[in-house]
């Protein structure tokens, strides 16, 4: 995880933490106390089960939250090392590519841009399955990262409705043996 990303989690976690006691604090004054019976009745052991379950569930959420909040991969948004770098642009009605040529068995991380208009950048293998796909949005770059296992030509096809030539947008990427 680069600073960025951990400045986003620790930064998100209090956002959260603070909800969470913002809505325990809602919860508390919306159900204040009934008048205290001297008999303990069924109704009331209830009640108090109910309080407990749900301290117990929100609790439970916090951990989980917390404890998964360093595999979210939003805000990694540097590439790594070892990882290999493609720009792709996407505008009416081609991609461009740059470099277009990878490695097998080295992540690829791909950062995603258009220049007009939106438009899905796919990428298919030989068989025609589709192995990934990503927005391609103006002014907001959007990053996926994928190892390609095997050697070939893979398609890139665009995968938002983007205009008159919008099936004609395709692209290849090719993937060499590691030398
Ligand atoms: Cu670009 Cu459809």
Redesign the pocket.
Known sequence: MNPTALVIAVAYSIVCVVAIVILLVIWRSTHSEPPRRTDDTDTDRLAHGEKAWFAIAVAALGVLLLATLAFIPYGDTAAADGQQAVAVD?A??AWTIDPSVVTAGTPVRFRVTASD?N??FAVYDADNTMLFQIQ?VPDHPSHIVYTFDEPGVYQVV??????VK??E?LGTIEVKEPS
């Open positions: 996407g009416q009605f208009v438009h899905g391609a665009c995968l938002e409705f983007c205009g919008h099936h947008m």
